[in-house]
């Protein structure tokens, strides 16, 4: 099986930096996504990861490490827009082809 | 282009009843997938379809069933429902499963069982 953990809530202020967590423990890895959910919406894609190291798009910046099982997802200059949920997902390789595994997400609130 | 659409976005049904959600994916994507989000909990994965056949399935009774259309749309049938089983039902599609390519959501479907 699967197991996936990242905090369940964060805060952090308008323009600074936060870094959210996400540690995984699974066979067959073959990448990991984050995706951005707003309250009551569907989940967006943010990015994507299946070597090691720093993935950087714009604001956002994703991080792996397979040998850990680790990853982060750093965001930079936050806005009062980016209080969402943060969903780690990490994708294995089984008989039946790629699956898709989400962690519990991460609920960032920005504040002024 | 196009995104993932699903419909319709809003269901109440009440206990006992079967609910029937519509997806169409992304022009292109021949893989769904279905996941269950109930209210303040993770995605579930239901079900998986691609090329017309069931790949895999999540940990739900049998009750959850679907299928994928000629045209790579999906249905997913909830029958005999449950007062647990109230939650946002979302589909994402990908071009092909077994390369796994980046999924992309549709909106959802709320489902309410009274």
């Known amino acids: 099986g699967q197991n996936i953990d990242q905090p369940t809530e964060m805060t952090a202020t308008e323009g600074a930096i936060v870094q959210i967590n996400c540690t995984y423990q699974t066979s067959g890895f073959n990448g990991l996504f984050w995706y951005q959910q707003h309250a009551g919406e569907a989940p967006t894609f943010l990015s994507y990861?299946?070597?090691?190291g720093l993935e950087e798009k714009g604001r956002f910046s994703s991080f792996l490490s397979r040998s850990k099982g680790y990853s982060y997802l750093l965001l930079k200059e936050l806005q009062m827009k980016d209080s969402a949920s943060y969903l780690c997902?990490?994708?294995?390789?089984?008989?039946?082809?790629?699956?898709?595994?989400f962690g519990g997400g991460t609920r960032l609130m920005v504040k002024p | 282009e196009a995104g993932v659409t699903q419909s319709p976005t809003h269901l109440i049904k009440t206990r006992g009843q079967q609910a029937t959600l519509r997806c169409s994916p992304i022009s292109g994507h021949t893989s769904v997938y279905w996941y269950q989000q109930a209210l303040g909990l993770g995605l579930q994965f239901l079900l998986w379809y691609d090329e017309g056949e069931e790949r895999n399935r999540g940990n739900f009774p049998p009750r959850f069933s679907g299928r994928q259309f000629p045209n790579y749309s999906s249905e997913l049938n909830v029958n005999a429902l449950e007062l647990e089983d109230s939650a946002l039902y979302l589909c994402?599609?990908?071009?092909?499963?077994?390369?796994?390519?980046?999924?992309?959501f549709g909106p959802g479907t709320r489902l309410l069982v009274l």
């Open positions: 997902a990490v994708r294995a390789l089984n008989n039946a082809g790629n699956m898709l595994t």
């Open positions: 994402a599609s990908s071009p092909q499963g077994l390369a796994g390519e980046t999924q992309y």
């Open positions: 990861n299946v070597l090691d």
